[in-house]
Every structure is written in structure tokens, then in C-alpha cells.
């Protein structure tokens, strides 16, 4: 557990070089305190690496059997790193999912940004294209690792907190819209009035956000432009935010679980 790194890459140095001094100037340490290092790496491990001799570094048996193993661990580790730092995580999602994720992810990660439908958002993972995507729970997403990071609810919002009842703006072509719409009817006998289709769900919200028209949002949208639900609607619909990734390494694992934690924080 006190194993450190540094003191590790002194050990196979001095063991490739069969020379602890030479090791020690090129780790810019003193003698003694690569001598110190060494025995730190003895300790950590409870084995013998070498025998102390003052002229010569000779390796015991359990410190050849060792040398291989950490020279590979420790490239593994440094490409890895190099990997982490160097890399933006890309991430696919909707620009509406990325209003109110992106400001939570860009203080503890790097990221490049896709803007894209949710099924070609899932189609990018797929393909590698992209590590992580972002999409509401719509459609049977196969052959990838699917997180729930958040759920609401589609609803009708308005600026104001009494809208009357009025035509609505909703989206193109959806399930959630084709349920809202059935759901009327069974209510009200009479088909929901339609003042406009538009493209995409962050422009209802930033045309209701400054008007008092009526549109049809995830309520996690209507809450960060400060919506409220009209009281004359049918039941919402329910909506779970997945997100789906194929990479399963243990680092590319750590990046993403800590990501997530912090969107549950903001989509929940």
C-alpha cells in the first residue's frame, strides 16, 4: 500500500544499469536516498529485490522475477496517463440534454462535443465514433452498457404559473408528443390545438422562457429556463436520461462513473 511509484521506476533503472549510483544521479537522488527508495520498495512488497552490495546492484531471484512485471506495469500505467490527460472524452447527446450536462462536466472533465439526435448519438458509440452519449429512454438501445443517470417527466410548461388554456408548440415527430396527444383526446374528446412544430426541444424552451406561449418540454429543460407545468394537462408521461457507453477498462470506467455521479446530481 506505501508503494510508490517513483521509487518503483529507481528499481528497474538501477537493475537494467546493474549500478545503483548511476541510477540514483539519473532519478537525480543521492546514493543514500536511492538506497532508502529501494528498501521502501522492499518493504511494500516483503521481498528481498537485492543484494545491498556497495559496488554492485545484483538482483535476487524474486527481483528478476519482479523486473519484467514492473517495467510493464509501469508502461501500462504511463500510456494510460498519457491516455487520460491527452484525450478529451467525446460525448454525444441532444443540444438540449447538453445545456444542462455540459456545465456540470466541463469543471472535472475534458470533453469534445457532438450535437446529435439520440439515435445517432447511439449509432457513434457503436461505432466508436464516441465514448459516452447521452439520450432519453425511447428506444431499445442493444450491444451497449446502459446507466440511468436521471427520470421526469414530459410535460406542458409556461412562464406563467395560471396559463390559460391555449394552442402549444410542440415538437416534431415523437412518442412522447404522439402520447400527449392520445391523452388529450381521451380527456377532453377533442384534438389538442397545435400553434407550431418545431425542431427541437431547446427552442420551445427558449421561445416559451420568453413569451407567455405554451410547449411541450422534459421537465429537467423547463426547470433550468424556469417553466412552470400549465394545470390544465392530461398525466405526463414518464422519461428516464440513460447513459450508454461499450468501453469497459478500468480507467476509462473510473473517468465515467466519477462523470455520472455528478449529472445524477443535476438530472435527479
Known sequence: ????????????????????GQAAALHHLSQSAASTAIQRVEVSLGQALCTHERRQFRLTAEGKELLPKAEAWLRELKENLITT???????????????????????????ELKLMRPDMAYGAVLRDEADLALVLDNAPWT???????GKGKFQLFSTQKNAAEQPVLLPEDRIEVHTLQQRWKQQYHTPLLIKARLPSWSLIADICSNSTEVGFLPD???HTSKLYPVSWQ????????????????????????????KLRGVFQ
Do not use: C, W
Not at 447513459?243 to 477498462?249: M, V, Y
Not at 478500468?250 to 455520472?260: G, I, P, S, T
Open 85 to 111: 490527460e491527452a484525450k478529451p472524452l467525446i460525448l454525444a447527446t441532444t443540444h438540449a440534454i447538453a445545456r444542462v450536462a455540459v456545465p456540470t462536466i466541463l469543471p472535472i472533465e475534458t470533453i
Open 234 to 261: 392530461p398525466p405526463a408521461s414518464p422519461y428516464r436520461i440513460l447513459a450508454l457507453h461499450r468501453k469497459s477498462t478500468d480507467l476509462f470506467h473510473k473517468r465515467v462513473q466519477h462523470l455520472l455521479r
Open 220 to 222: 429537467f429543460l423547463a
Open 143 to 149: 450491444g451497449v452498457i446502459k446507466t440511468e443517470i
Open 1 to 20: 500500500m506505501d508503494l510508490r511509484i517513483s521509487d518503483l521506476e529507481l528499481f528497474v533503472t538501477a537493475a537494467r544499469l546493474s549500478n545503483l
